[in-house]
């Protein structure tokens, strides 16, 4: 692999790829867009309810209440990784907004503390990213899904513009954290030696395979 590469990586994910963010989606849950048309179609049983693709008659969402958000994983591993000292339950309940303010510094103590940090230490990773940048990218935990082209977390191309079924999201991460440069160093620490699925994957959902 080499750091040309990964610097073009780089440039095409600061320059191209759109954030994602969901926002105050439970206002605007469709189960289809047949159940909220005011007909009655498909196989529903009354207007916009029942059937195989709406919710039962006479059911309501009930959006009462407070909800508490308990856990989060934009990124696999990420939590466990850098937040495994005193505030990973602050960090599953952050919202993605905040948490580059509250954790960042967190993360880069952790990655580059000469005591504590990971082994062995962090100069910049295959993506060029230096410990500060790096840490600011993996602080946001959330998952980049770029609109266009490839969905992949890394083909060997392209890079975090969405995660499709097989990709192997920790050797992805493990590569960033611990394979230096051009990702060639620390070999026995750039995966965990778990392949990806060689089952097929379902073709509907939930789009599951069975154990390997
Ligand atoms: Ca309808
Ligand atoms: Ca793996």
Redesign the pocket.
Known sequence: MKTLKYTYLFVAITTSLLFVQCNDDDNNIIINATCSDGLLNGDETGIDCGGTACLPCGQVLDFSGTYKQEDQVGRPGINTVFGTTGFKDAFNSTVPSEMQAAFQTKFLAKLIDPTTGLYPPFTTNALGLTAEEFTTVLSNDVLWVAKTGITTYFNGTEIFTGRALND?V??VSLLLIFGGPDGTENPTLT??G??TNDVAFSTSFPYLAGPF
Request: charged fraction near 45%; glycine fraction near 0%; proline fraction near 14%.
């Open positions: 192997d920790i050797d995966s965990d778990v392949p």
